[in-house]
C-alpha cells in the first residue's frame, strides 16, 4: 500500500516550459485535490476532483490545467511555466463521504523551480 | 468562502512547556476541522480532527484541540512539549463533507529548544 504518489520530487524548469506533475493512489480514494506551497502563505487549493470524470477549480487555478480519467491518477499540467509558479506541490486524497473521518492524505511533495 | 487564521506565526518554546497554538475559521454552517502537522523536509500528517459530538478531540503525539462554536475556535494543545515537536502545524478547514477539498490557515512554526 503505497498512498499517494507524487512524482519527480525535484524538477527544474525554464519559464514558458511544459510540464506534468503526477499524483497517483492505490487507496480507491474518490477525492484528490491539489495544492501549493508557499512560505508564509500555507499551503492554497489549486484544482480539486470528486471522482473520475469531474474537476473543478479550487483557490488558485490560473496556470494550471488537470484531468481525471481513472480513480487513481489526478495529474496537474503546468501549460506554460512562470517564475511566480516556483513553489512546492502537493497531491492528496481522501475516502470521499469518509473524508470527515479520516481526513485527507498526503503526497510528499513536488519541489518545482521555475528560472 | 470560508478561511483559516492562525494567530502565530512563530512560536518558540523550551522542552516541557505547555503549548496552545491559535485557530480561527470563517464560515457560518456545518464544518469539519483538522491539525496538520509538518516534520521538516516531510509531508503533511493528521494529527486530529473534529466532526462532530465531544468537541476536546485526542489525536496522536498527545496533542488535542477544542472545537468552540461560539467563538468559531480550534485551537491546539499540548501539556507538555518535546524537541521532537518542531514543526509546521496547520489549522484546515472544510465544508460539505470535504469534496471541495481542504482550506488552510498560513501556518505556525513551531520551534523547541533543548
Known amino acids: 500500500n503505497a498512498g499517494v504518489t507524487q512524482t519527480p520530487k525535484f524538477q527544474v524548469l525554464k519559464t514558458g516550459q511544459s510540464m506534468t506533475l503526477q499524483c497517483a493512489q492505490d487507496?480507491?480514494?474518490?477525492?484528490m485535490s491539489w495544492y501549493r506551497q508557499d512560505p508564509g502563505m500555507g499551503l492554497r487549493l489549486i484544482h480539486y476532483s470528486v471522482g473520475a470524470g469531474i474537476t473543478d477549480q479550487g483557490e488558485v487555478p490560473n496556470g494550471y490545467n488537470v484531468s481525471r480519467s481513472t480513480t487513481e491518477d489526478f495529474p496537474l499540467r503546468l501549460l506554460s511555466a512562470a517564475p511566480s509558479q516556483t513553489s512546492v506541490y502537493f497531491c492528496?486524497?481522501?475516502?470521499?463521504?469518509?473524508?470527515?473521518?479520516?481526513?485527507?492524505?498526503f503526497g510528499s511533495g513536488t519541489r518545482l523551480t521555475v528560472v | 468562502a470560508q478561511s483559516v487564521s492562525q494567530h502565530n506565526h512563530h512560536v518558540i518554546l523550551s522542552e516541557a512547556a505547555s503549548l496552545e497554538l491559535g485557530c480561527n475559521y470563517s464560515y457560518g454552517g456545518t464544518v469539519n476541522l483538522f491539525w496538520y502537522v509538518q516534520y521538516p523536509g516531510q509531508h503533511l500528517q493528521l494529527l486530529l480532527k473534529y466532526f462532530s459530538g465531544d468537541p476536546l478531540v485526542k489525536g496522536i503525539k498527545g496533542f488535542e484541540a477544542e472545537f468552540i462554536k461560539s467563538k468559531f475556535s480550534f485551537n491546539l494543545r499540548k501539556p507538555s512539549v518535546q524537541w521532537s515537536d518542531t514543526a509546521e502545524y496547520f489549522c484546515?478547514?472544510?465544508?460539505?463533507?470535504?469534496?471541495?477539498?481542504?482550506?488552510f490557515g498560513k501556518g505556525t512554526h513551531l520551534i523547541i529548544q533543548p
Open positions: 484546515a478547514v472544510t465544508s460539505g463533507g470535504g469534496a471541495d477539498g481542504l482550506t
Open positions: 487507496m480507491n480514494h474518490e477525492y
Open positions: 492528496a486524497s481522501s475516502y470521499g463521504r469518509f473524508t470527515i473521518y479520516y481526513g485527507y492524505t
